[in-house]
């Protein structure tokens, strides 16, 4: 059974850092690309950044662009999402995903080309 746990978000004043974290278990972690996404209150769930599985390759949201970082730990098993420069408009409940094929050659940025979501773990920004 393949679970996903994030951790690390919490409330931080703007201007301010978090880095966030993703365990991953239950299939071999370093042959999926892994994406995050955020959903912010009222609003529909959506792309933050991705990775490819053989840590050579990311795409940004243009909101993350700049301020946001994505790395990973294949030996580790384990996807980070640090950021920067935190804005009120940040604020959301912050997923992770893996890819629903191993070994995919381009990184998406559709929900549906990810199987497996993390519970989300809540990032509040106060302005």
């Known amino acids: 059974q393949v679970q996903l746990v994030e951790s690390g978000g919490g409330l931080v004043q703007a201007g301010g850092s978090l880095r966030l974290s993703c365990a991953a278990s239950g299939r071999t972690f370093s042959i999926y690309n892994m994406g995050w996404f955020r959903q912010a209150p009222g609003k529909e769930r959506e792309f933050v950044t991705a990775i490819s599985w053989n840590d050579i390759s990311t795409y940004y949201a243009d909101a993350a662009k700049g301020r946001f970082t994505i790395s990973r730990d294949n030996a580790r098993n384990t996807v980070y999402l640090q950021m920067n420069s935190l804005k009120a408009e940040d604020t959301a409940v912050y997923y992770c995903?893996?890819?629903?094929?191993?070994?995919?050659?381009?990184?998406?940025?559709?929900?549906?080309?990810?199987?497996?979501w993390g519970q989300g773990t809540q990032v509040t920004v106060s302005s």
């Open positions: 995903a893996t890819d629903r094929i191993p070994y995919r050659m381009v990184l998406t940025t559709d929900e549906g080309t990810y199987e497996f």
